[in-house]
Structure formats: C-alpha cells, structure tokens
C-alpha cells in the first residue's frame, strides 16, 4: 500500500489528486508527489521494507501507487561495493560505490522509469515515450515492450551507436531529432498537447518518475546496515536525481527507520554541459543555459529542469558541484575499472573525477564517509574508449611468440 496522497506545487504549495497531471494550474510550478509520513511511521518500518522483494518496490509504501502491480522489470537493489582500493588510490578513508550499472538496461533510469510506467498504466494511459539523452529512451522502450505497450522515444540522432542500438533492439519507434536534448525536450513538450494519450516519464508523467530515484537513497542507507553516510556524490543532468536522492534521505529521518542528520550532497558535471555547476561557482540563483559538448552525453542537458533545485539543496547543506574536462571523464573511467573491476558509462568517470576534484578543493571530507553513485555501464558508451582500450599485443599463434609477449608486457605493467 501507498502513502502517497497527492501532488504538490513546489513552488506555491497547492495541492492536486494523484492524477494525469505534472503543473500548477495557479503558478505553473513542477508538482511532486506528497506522503503522509505521520500514518507510515510505525507501519513502514524496518522489518515491513526488508521482507519485500529485491527490488526497488520494497519501498512500494513510500512510491506513487502503482495500481494493481508494478511494471517491474527489476530495477533496483544493487550492490553497495566497499572501494577500498580507489579509496587508497584517492586517500579518502571509507568510499562506497552504489552500483546501478546493473540494472536492467544498464542505468539508474530504470528506476525512474519503473515507477512512471506504473503510476502511467493505473492512469490509463497506453501508449510509453520520452525526451531522452539515451539511456531513459533505452528503459522506455525495454519496460514498454515487457508490458506489451508501443513507445515512441525520441533522442538526438547523434548519440552514442550502442545506445541507439539498446533503445531500437526493443521494437518502439525511435525518432533521431537533428538537434540537441533541448531541442528534442521542447518539441515533445509539444507532442505531450497533441498526444493527451501518451505517457512521456519525463514530462507529463515527471513526478512520478522523479520519486523512483529516492530509492537510491533508501538502498544506501538499508544497505549501510540502517546508517546514513556522510558525504554522497551525484551526476547531474536534469538535476531530478539529486533533489530526490535528497528527499528519500530525508523521508528515512522523518519516518524514524534511521538516525542522525541527512547526508551532504555533492554534485558531479562534465565542463562541457555545467549549467549547474557554473551557477553554484558564480553563486549565481539563476542558470544560465549552455550549449552542451562533451563525451558524457547521458548528462548533456544545457537547460536543466530541477537545476534551481540542486543549488538550494547544495547551498542548504554546505554540498560542492565538480566540473571535469572529457580527459578526466576517460581517465576515470579507467581509474574505476582498474581498481575496482567496475565498467562505468561516461556518467560514472564524471562522477569519479568530480569526486577526486572535490576531495583535493577541500569540500569533500577524506575522513568521513562518501557514496558515489555510478548510473550507467560502460558498454553504453564503448565509442568513448574503444581507441584507447585496445589488446596489449598482436601474436603469431604460438608458445614462443606469447611467452615472449607476456614476459615483455606483463613484466613491464608491473614495473
Ligand atoms: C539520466 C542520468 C543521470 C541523471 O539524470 P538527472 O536528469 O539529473 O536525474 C545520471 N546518470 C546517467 C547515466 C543518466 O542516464
Ligand atoms: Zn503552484
């Protein structure tokens, strides 16, 4: 059963049912869903969420209602790894990588995407799509075809080829905008008019895909062993990830499942999209739209919905923004898999390599604890490091030829 009890206005506070609907009628103000914590406390409790499944819906009380049953392709529940090795590598004492590469398409969206096609099908609607940098058109298309639904998701018609190769292998229909996220993002704001019938997870149905990413934060902490950590750092396109990160530590607090005070939250751009991170450098309360230009473009949204969002929660809580050059981005990629046997999308070394810049500026604490959330796998974007990870040597097929090769390089890496 669901706490939920209806939308609200972030901006004005007014109040709606849980319906087909994602803005203010008085202030034109994003809605988010609204709980009754009072009622959950003491019903949710520790032992309600670890007798559910192993999925993200052990937290079906505190997510929008799903109606008779979720659309659950198992998303969720991912390892919480101890990193003891790029800890050492970054000398930071206790670092935890939450692993959402593995979920069912290979990124966090899943998630996301999880809950909206749930609330999306209690709502009648029968038809899925998207505005996506790849990876949501990805789990659009995958959850639509595992309930039978079409989909149209649409894309920038650059993107990565494995990416569009993982959306279009589902079967949907996939339109390859001539533009960028935020010329496709505009014009399926005026496809949502035309199409009153179909359920687009980031737009029309938003608040109900954002509230699929405060699992992350309900998992960290469960998987902690019912403790908060300290520091936690998050990518950030849209910005819709960290606020709800932030409200599901938040919600654990107030519903009594946890002690002490949320966790400080750091937020993680690639220099070439750093809408956010800009303002927060310039202490600036507005964003500034960029035109985006980097190899992370699953974050490449140059005008991002929830970015006024992240800079309350980061200014609120004393948090910190990174903001890497591709180079980095590559070298953490490697980095992550070298020392921790984890293939990250280039979401995941932008996190890494903001993690490793905030640590030397001093904003992230190397004593206290930190979780760095790594959204997406690496086979997403092989085209980033197909050119650099390459095989060591080329052999004739024999004993001679591969012992010499392995006395030569294997001598000499571990030199
Ligand atoms: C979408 C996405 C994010 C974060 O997106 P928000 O729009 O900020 O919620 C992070 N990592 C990956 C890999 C993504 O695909
Ligand atoms: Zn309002």
Redesign the pocket.
């Known amino acids: 059963m669901s706490f939920a009890t209806g939308l609200l206005c972030r901006e004005c506070g007014s109040t709606y049912p849980t319906e087909a609907r994602y803005s203010c009628d008085f202030c034109f103000g994003p809605l988010e869903v609204a709980y009754d914590l009072e009622a959950a406390k003491g019903v949710v409790t520790r032992e309600s969420i670890e007798s559910g499944p192993n999925s993200m819906w052990r937290y079906a009380a505190l997510l929008p209602d799903p109606g008779e049953e979720p659309v659950d392709l198992g998303a969720g529940w991912t390892p919480l790894r101890r990193a003891t090795r790029l800890a050492e590598v970054l000398g930071v004492k206790e670092l935890w990588l939450k692993d959402d590469t593995r979920n069912p398409t290979g990124?966090?969206?899943d998630r996301v995407v999880s809950c909206a096609l749930s609330s999306a099908r209690r709502l009648g609607f029968t038809t899925a799509a998207c505005a996506s940098?790849?990876?949501?058109a990805t789990s659009v298309a995958a959850h639509a075809a595992f309930i039978g639904w079409p989909s149209v998701t649409i894309i920038p018609s650059d993107l990565e080829k494995s990416k569009i190769a993982m959306t279009a292998i589902f079967g949907g229909t996939v339109l390859g905008v001539e533009g960028n996220y935020d010329d496709v993002n505009r014009l399926c704001v005026e496809l949502v008019a035309e199409h009153p019938d179909w359920a687009f997870a980031n737009v029309n149905l938003r608040p109900y895909y954002a509230e699929g990413?405060k699992t992350l934060a309900y998992e960290i902490t469960e998987q902690l062993g019912w403790k908060l950590p300290d520091q936690v750092v998050v990518?950030?396109?849209?910005?819709?990830?960290?606020t709800k990160v932030a409200k599901g530590f938040k919600e654990f607090i107030e519903l009594g499942l946890v002690e002490g005070t949320a966790p400080i939250l750091f937020g993680a751009q690639a220099s070439g999209c750093s809408p956010v991170a800009t303002a927060f450098a310039e202490g600036a309360e507005v964003i500034t739209p960029q035109r985006p230009n980097t190899i992370a473009r699953?974050?490449a949204?140059g005008n991002?919905a929830?970015g006024p969002y992240v800079l309350d929660e980061l200014r609120s809580h004393g948090g910190d923004i990174g903001s890497v050059p591709d180079s980095e981005i590559l070298e953490c990629i490697e980095l992550l898999a070298k020392t921790e046997g984890v293939f990250a999308?280039t979401?995941g070394g932008v996190t890494i390599a903001s993690l490793r810049q905030m640590i030397k500026r001093g904003t992230i604490d190397p004593n206290k604890s930190i979780v760095a959330i790594i959204?997406?796998h690496g086979l997403k974007t092989l085209d980033a490091v197909v050119d650099t990870a390459v095989v060591t040597a080329t052999i004739k097929p024999s004993l001679a030829a591969a012992e010499e090769a392995i006395a030569r390089y294997t001598l000499e890496a571990a030199r």
Do not use: M, R, Y
């Open positions: 990124s966090f969206k940098t790849g990876n949501l990413s990518p950030v396109a849209s910005g819709s990830q960290l699953s974050l949204i991002p929830d999308e979401a959204s997406g």
